[in-house]
Nanobody
Framework: QVTLVESGGGLVQAGGSLRLSCAAS????????MGWFRQAPGKERDFVAG????????YYADSVKGRFTISRDNAKNTVYLQMNSLNSEDTAVYYC?????????????????WGQGTQVTVSS
């Protein structure tokens, strides 16, 4: 069992930056591949970024590639999402998720545990 708690969301102006954190409970955090998703009002929840259990592999949606960076610190049971050059299209609730078995990062169905989400609002 893994419990995930996101933090770091807020209101930021276009062009600004935010860093989201996702703190996980449980001693087995380091065995989970992790992902970030986001859901804008009236839209589906979409993949943003993923990272392997070791941190050695990362994956990004085309819309955030070059602007967002996913990382993790297994000693702190935390995964991060550094978001730069934010624009209004990045406004959404951001969720972190844990994937216990090797699956495709891009699909929600691959993930076993989800956080409650943190709101990111980018003002233009």
């Amino acid at each position: 069992q893994v419990t995930l708690v996101e933090s770091g969301g807020g209101l930021v102006q276009a062009g600004g930056s935010l860093r989201l954190s996702c703190a996980a409970s449980g001693r087995t955090f380091s065995t989970y591949d992790m992902g970030w998703f986001r859901q804008a009002p009236g839209k589906e929840r979409d993949f943003v970024a993923g990272i392997s259990w070791s941190g050695g592999s990362t994956y990004y949606a085309d819309s955030v590639k070059g602007r967002f960076t996913i990382s993790r610190d297994n000693a702190k049971n935390t995964v991060y999402l550094q978001m730069n050059s934010l624009n209004s299209e990045d406004t959404a609730v951001y969720y972190c998720a844990a994937m216990g078995s090797g699956s495709t990062y891009y699909y929600m169905s691959s993930y076993d545990y989800w956080g409650q989400g943190t709101q990111v609002t980018v003002s233009s």
